[in-house]
């Protein structure tokens, strides 16, 4: 499913060059829930980032469903993130502007969908995560746990082969972690989609199938 | 632009209520200056009272004469109309008139000056003014030399005060002209109507039929503007052929058939060879325009362009998500167009208060502008222009911000 081979990433400023990531090579196959663990500044977003296509490798060959992404141009990777991935992040990043229904079509805005074909699938997908209720408040009127799940809403209303969280639970007390926690591996599941997360948090990273861990950008296990 | 992205763009502007503020003066008041203008030349060269026929209306007002000693451009004179816009086949009417004379009234013991015409009876079947009371002079009246004048109701009421004037007389320039007929005053920008007597050219002296240069202006009624090319050819072979009995060997005359707006532009680069005159004018309207937009639509592209690090994170999730670069861009500069609409509607307000004020100062005599239909469809494609020029730019510097820059609120 995702492939990376030999992958560097370096970031060059005009004074500093910083290697991010080194000689990574992984394999992760289709509805395997891996996490990604390592003390911070290790490469751990780094990684989730070529993983999701937000970023290009400097070195090595990046193959997501047996495409090589290494030459594709904004067209196709953005076609590519839309149709595989989902993503979900640390501080949420809903649009603030929007209310949770609008912001959980973003995705669907992107293809060729009727207005109220996505509206269906977004209140489907808010109904999983358990916000029904909640469809026409704004991000600010909701708790970090909601917003978050209405962030996962969002990932998964494109229905993707694929669900990227960058420590999903990293803003959120406990109790709060368990319930997303729960709403991931329940995606895993039931559904088999492909989960990688990455996490500080070693109670999470026991609960998936697997942990890559980094140490100052290389793989450690 | 789905319905999401519109009430998005609303709600960033209602939350951004100084930006939206600042933005808005800057872009309503370019408008407003661009509207009146527009409204200005719409009364200038779009067909209106008196001017009715204006589409289908040809003029003759410069003339030129070039030998190998000599340039001189003036008006026509009336030997020239005679020979070149007189019985043009095809054409439906054509009339000459005289280009504005100052002439003076004496009432009691008032002096009052006024602007008039002289003109041909065919002059009042080409235009329609509207007549108050009376009529217009014929052309028995011309042929008799009958001293009738039409006047504006504004000169009646300055003159005669505001009863009954048709049968009175009036002393223009010490000889007593009975009034035939009263009309609606006339703008000054319906330049071949304007005037406030007009009066019959008169006896027609051998000198006048032999004038090449004069005070005149020619005017051709066509049937329909795709007769325009054949009245012009017919036109431009009368002038070549144009060879007046009193001309130095060698002479050589040149003049044009003008829609109103060539007739304005001939005249303003002083040569009447120069077809192009028309193409130029335009030019020179639509880069001062262009000019006038530059500054405030720099305006907008720094104000937008701060902005960018405050949307950095949505532009991240967007492209997350899988917005291509093309669709975001089509997305702020969206976003900025419907900024301009609202200035463009503001500015649509404040265009109909400031020539209100125009038609109620005496700075344009007789101004009557308005804002109809054509103005404001041209005030909201000016609008829609100004925000796809002032969003374009940032619109793209927002859609290139790497997505994991964007996603941290960062940098460009």
């Known amino acids: ?221 | 632009m789905n319905i999401a992205n519109l009430k998005l763009a609303l709600r960033v502007l209602a939350r951004r209520k100084v930006f939206t503020a600042i933005s808005l003066v800057g872009i309503t008041l370019t408008l407003v200056v661009l509207m009146v203008a527009t409204a200005i030349l719409d009364n200038i060269f779009a067909a209106g009272k008196p001017e009715s026929n204006l589409d289908r209306m040809l003029f003759v007002t410069v003339v030129g004469r070039y030998s190998k000693d000599m340039s001189q451009t003036s008006q026509p004179g009336y030997g020239f109309l005679q020979k070149t816009i007189r019985d043009l086949p095809g054409a439906e009417r054509f009339a000459y008139f005289t280009q504005l004379q100052t002439a003076v009234i004496y009432s009691g013991t008032q002096r009052i000056e006024t602007q008039m015409k002289r003109t041909m009876p065919s002059y009042w079947q080409i235009l329609d003014f509207h007549f108050i009371e009376g009529a217009p002079f014929t052309a028995a009246d011309d042929a008799a030399d009958r001293p009738v004048a039409i006047i504006t109701d504004a000169l009646r009421d300055k003159v005669l005060g505001s009863g009954p004037a048709v049968g009175r007389t009036i002393n223009l320039g010490g000889q007593q002209y009975r009034i035939a007929g009263v009309v609606s005053r006339v703008p000054i920008t319906r330049i071949s109507a304007y005037a406030e007597v007009w009066v019959p050219i008169g006896a027609v002296t051998a000198e006048l039929q032999r004038a090449t240069i004069g005070e005149y202006n020619g005017v051709v009624l066509a049937r329909s503007r795709d007769d325009f090319p054949a009245l012009k050819r017919e036109f431009n072979t009368r002038v070549a052929n144009y060879k007046p009995a009193d001309d130095r060997p060698g002479t050589v005359t040149r003049s044009g058939l003008d829609t109103a707006f060539e007739a304005l532009a001939r005249p303003m680069f002083n040569n009447p060879e120069n077809m192009d005159a028309a193409l130029v004018l335009r030019t020179i309207f639509v880069s001062l325009a262009l000019l006038f937009m530059t500054l405030p639509a720099l305006n907008l592209v720094t104000l937008n362009l701060s902005r960018i690090l405050e949307r950095a994170p949505e532009i991240g999730v967007r492209k997350a998500f899988g917005a291509p670069k093309r669709t975001l861009i089509a997305q702020f500069v969206t976003e900025n167009v419907i900024l301009t609409l609202l200035g463009g509607a503001l500015g649509f307000v404040f265009t109909i208060i400031a020539l209100a004020v125009l038609n109620h100062t005496s700075f344009i005599p007789e101004a009557q502008f308005n804002v109809n239909a054509r103005v404001f469809g041209y005030g909201m494609l000016i609008a829609i222009f100004f925000g796809v020029f002032s969003g374009f730019y940032p619109a793209w510097k927002m859609a290139r911000l790497n997505p994991v820059n964007a996603l941290r609120g960062g940098a460009l």
């Open chain 1, 1 to 221: 499913m995702i492939t990376l081979n030999n992958i560097d990433k370096v970031y060059r400023t005009e004074r500093v060059e910083t290697l991010a990531l080194q000689n990574i090579n992984l394999d992760i196959a289709d509805g395997e829930f891996v996490s990604i663990m390592g003390p911070s500044g290790c490469g751990k977003s780094t990684l989730l980032n070529l993983i999701g296509l937000l970023d290009k490798p400097t070195h090595g060959k990046l193959l997501l469903d047996g495409m090589h992404i290494n030459g594709a141009g904004d067209r196709s990777l953005a076609k590519m993130r839309n149709e595989k991935l989902g993503f979900v992040f640390q501080s949420f990043h809903l649009v603030p502007d929007l209310t949770v229904l609008d912001n959980v079509e973003i995705p669907l805005l992107y293809r060729k969908i009727a207005a109220g074909e996505r509206k269906k699938l977004a209140l489907a997908a808010l109904d999983r995560v358990g916000l029904s209720s909640r469809v026409h408040h704004f991000p600010t009127q909701l708790s970090g746990g909601q917003q978050q799940r209405v962030a996962i809403a969002r990932a998964i209303v494109g229905k993707p082969r694929i669900v990227l969280a960058d420590e999903p639970t990293g803003n959120l007390d406990s109790a709060m972690g368990d319930e997303i926690m729960g709403i991931l591996q329940e995606l895993n599941e039931k559904d088999g989609t492909t989960v990688v997360m990455v996490t500080h948090d070693d109670r999470f990273a026991q609960q998936t199938g697997r942990t890559i861990r980094l140490f100052d950008g290389r793989q450690v296990a």
